[in-house]
């Protein structure tokens, strides 16, 4: 399928249990709803709080709604059985924050694009994994050189190229970056954000872009949704969202980027 809605979520909820005795439950999402279309960048912004992993948890299959429903290709998520568990973790990757906690610090970058491939493609043998392997590193900035290296061992830019290379072993339909760039140097930051722009663009590859701060948001999305401690207070194009906020939230998303400009 290349048109219409890749991921959609309808009226997700997303109760979180209290942990001590006298403390409430959280309601990290409420009734939320949106909508990912094939090729196309939806970007999630909001406050630290205010539900945004959540919802790119719960859209990517990773964590359950406490009710309403997400549905992938149009069919409910709920309702896949093993085999559709394991082509939806193939479907859909996330990129996090922070690249080298999701590496084993002991891998080298090798091993790090090696291993999944051992799972995704039974039947290849090293030579064709390594060759994969090379082929993404080159997709994403990067060279051979980089293979002997532990995750320690690389700038935090590189890091997040290998992370992106890695995502995309298994040719995904999805990607969810969740704060991707948050923790980059702004000159690293642009690299990486213009990076997944080209991936998109080759690949055809949607994107769940989850980030804080709106101006990087509305650079990268087509569409964007404003969440508010757990509320979906905005939904719009990105250019709407931008020039003609509706929401208090969104100007003051926006003010709050505005300040940080030198
Ligand atoms: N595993 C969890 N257990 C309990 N509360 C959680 C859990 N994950 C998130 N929360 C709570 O849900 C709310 C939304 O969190 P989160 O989705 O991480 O927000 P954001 O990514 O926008 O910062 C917060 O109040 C957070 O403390
Ligand atoms: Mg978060």
């Known amino acids: 399928m290349s048109e219409g809605r890749v991921l959609e979520a309808r009226e997700v909820s997303r109760r979180f249990a209290a942990r001590g005795p006298r403390r409430r439950g959280v309601l990290a999402l409420d009734r939320v709803s949106c909508s990912l279309e094939c090729g196309r960048t939806l970007g999630v912004v909001g406050t630290s709080g205010s539900g945004k992993s959540t919802l790119g948890e719960v859209m990517g299959g990773l964590l359950a709604p406490t009710s309403g429903e997400v549905l992938f290709d149009g069919r409910p998520l709920s309702g896949l059985g093993r085999d559709g568990r394991r082509g939806l973790r193939r479907s859909v990757q996330f990129v996090f924050q922070d690249p080298v906690a999701s590496m084993n610090p002991s891998f080298t970058v090798a091993r790090v694009l090696d291993d999944p491939q051992r799972v995704l493609d039974r039947g290849a043998g090293a030579a064709r994994r390594r060759a994969r392997s090379s082929e993404l590193l ?120 505005r300040g940080l400009e030198p």
């Open 138 to 257: 080159e997709m994403v900035g990067l060279t051979d050189d980089v293979l002997g290296r532990r995750p320690a061992e690389l700038s935090g830019g590189q890091a997040q190229r290998v992370a992106i290379a890695r995502a995309l072993l298994s040719h995904p339909r999805v990607v969810v970056c969740d704060e991707c760039t948050s923790a980059l140097d702004v000159s690293v930051q642009a690299q990486i954000l213009n990076l997944l722009r080209d991936l998109q663009a080759r690949e055809g590859v949607s994107l769940l872009f989850i980030s804080h701060d709106i101006g990087v948001v509305s650079y990268m999305a087509d569409e964007v949704v404003v969440l508010d401690a757990g509320r979906l207070v905005e939904s719009a194009p990105t250019r709407e969202v931008v020039e003609a906020p509706r929401a208090a939230q969104t100007r003051a998303l926006i003010d709050a980027a």
